[in-house]
C-alpha cells in the first residue's frame, strides 16, 4: 500500500514556475515508477510526465516537454515535477500517481498506476 500527498500548486502569473511535490508513505516507493497527471475542468484527466523507479528513465506529454522537469528523491520517498514557463492552460488540477508495472510506453496511461494523490491545484494566469 502506498499513500500519496502532493503539494506546491497555487496561483502563478503565466511565465512563472511553480514545483509540485509528491510525498509518499510506504518502504517500497524505490519500487514504483511515478506519474503526473492533470485535470482541467470539463477535460479528460491528461498525462504529463513520469519517471522510472531508479529515476534514470522519463517520459514527457509533448505540451510540456521543455518546460516540465521530473525528478525523484528515492531516500525522501519524494517526487518532484518542476513547471516553468507556464502558461494558462496549464491549469489544472495535478495528481501524482505510483504504478507497479514494467516501464515502458504505456506509462503515459491512468490504468498503468495503481495509487493516487488527492490532487493539487495549479492556477496559471494571463
Known amino acids: 500500500q502506498v499513500q500519496l500527498v502532493e503539494s506546491g500548486g497555487g496561483l502563478v502569473q503565466a511565465g512563472g514556475s511553480l514545483r509540485l511535490s509528491c510525498a509518499a508513505s510506504?518502504?517500497?516507493?524505490?519500487?514504483?515508477?511515478m506519474g503526473w497527471f492533470r485535470q482541467a475542468p470539463g477535460k479528460e484527466r491528461e498525462f504529463v510526465a513520469a519517471?522510472?523507479?531508479?529515476?534514470?528513465?522519463?517520459s514527457y506529454a509533448d505540451s510540456v516537454r521543455g518546460r516540465f522537469t521530473i525528478s525523484r528523491d528515492n531516500a525522501k520517498n519524494t517526487v518532484y515535477l518542476q513547471m516553468n514557463s507556464l502558461k494558462p492552460e496549464d491549469t489544472a488540477v495535478y495528481y501524482c500517481?505510483?504504478?507497479?508495472?514494467?516501464?515502458?510506453?504505456?506509462?503515459?496511461?491512468?490504468?498503468?498506476?495503481?495509487?493516487w494523490g488527492q490532487g493539487t491545484q495549479v492556477t496559471v494566469s494571463s
Open positions: 519517471i522510472s523507479w531508479s529515476g534514470g528513465s522519463t
Open positions: 500517481a505510483a504504478g507497479a508495472g514494467s516501464w515502458g510506453p504505456a506509462v503515459v496511461s491512468p490504468y498503468e498506476y495503481d495509487y
Open positions: 510506504g518502504r517500497t516507493f524505490s519500487s514504483y515508477a
